[in-house]
């Protein structure tokens, strides 16, 4: 596997309240995590670095995933463990009250790819079948949508589009969604906070991402056409790419 993490302020904002990276386990297996935080007086930087140095602390102290249903049973856990450690903050420091953050997070075997989300950061799969979204956005305007109330054009500018209906460290519990997809040799997994997908087609990531550049270069070009419509975000992702694939399945 080869993996790039990157993330800027954008044009807009004073500081960025991204966080994540590309972690790695004793076996040698990878996690990559997006945190797009938010709420309170610079506590969005609090809790999405909070929760990427928890998550990366479990992670390198983890062993090998065997199993699809470990994999996601590590991510539950562990993200309920950031959770209730980013909610007791909030409750005790009273600069972070309301602050939370989402995650979008990956483990990545040479088997297969775990994903688990909160929020509307999101993660891309590239393989044989396409460019595909593995993660529904937890939004007001995505409920509207699968409703019927709201078109997916009409979506794209709703005046609300930024209002999450489930962020990491909002409340004690929380609902983590996962799914596991199977890896074969190239395929990709595109890891991005709002910053990006907001403003970077889908046919535009696709081009990017098969284009003849190093993963680092991929990255750039991203964020560079992000900032170029606007980059009123920060703008954050992280790219894995399947090398060394196992035949055994």
């Not at 990878?30 to 602390?57: I, N, P, W």
């Not at 003849?212 to 070009?221: G, I």
Request: charged share 25%; hydrophobic share 35%; net charge negative.
């Amino acid at each position: 596997m080869k993996a790039v993490f990157q993330t800027d302020v954008g044009k807009i904002r004073s500081h960025n309240e991204d966080n994540g990276g590309v972690f790695i386990n004793r076996a040698g297996e990878y996690l990559a995590v997006v945190a797009d935080g938010m709420g309170g007086h610079r506590a969005g930087d609090v809790a999405s670095e909070m929760t990427m140095t928890q998550l990366k602390q479990f992670w390198e102290e983890t062993e090998a995933i065997a199993s699809p249903q470990q994999a996601e049973a590590w991510l539950k856990e562990h993200v309920m463990k950031v959770n209730e450690s980013l909610f007791h903050h909030s409750q005790t420091n009273d600069h972070c009250q309301g602050m939370g953050t989402t995650i979008v997070a990956a483990i990545c075997t040479k088997q297969f790819a775990t994903i688990g989300h909160i929020g509307d950061s999101r993660c891309y799969v590239l393989n044989a079948n396409g460019f595909q979204q593995m993660t529904e956005d937890h939004s007001l305007v995505n409920e509207l949508v699968k409703s019927g109330q709201l078109s997916k054009e009409d979506a794209e500018y709703h005046p609300r589009k930024h209002v999450l209906l489930r962020a990491l460290g909002t409340e004690q519990t929380i609902q983590l969604d996962v799914k596991t997809v199977s890896v074969e040799e190239g395929d990709m997994l595109l890891l991005c906070s709002d910053g990006l997908s907001n403003k970077v087609t889908e046919q535009t990531m696709v081009d990017l991402l098969t284009s003849d550049r190093s993963l680092e270069e991929k990255a750039q070009a991203l964020i560079d056409v992000a900032n170029e419509h606007g980059g009123e975000d920060n703008i954050t992702l992280a790219i894995v790419q399947f090398l060394d694939v196992s035949e055994s399945r």
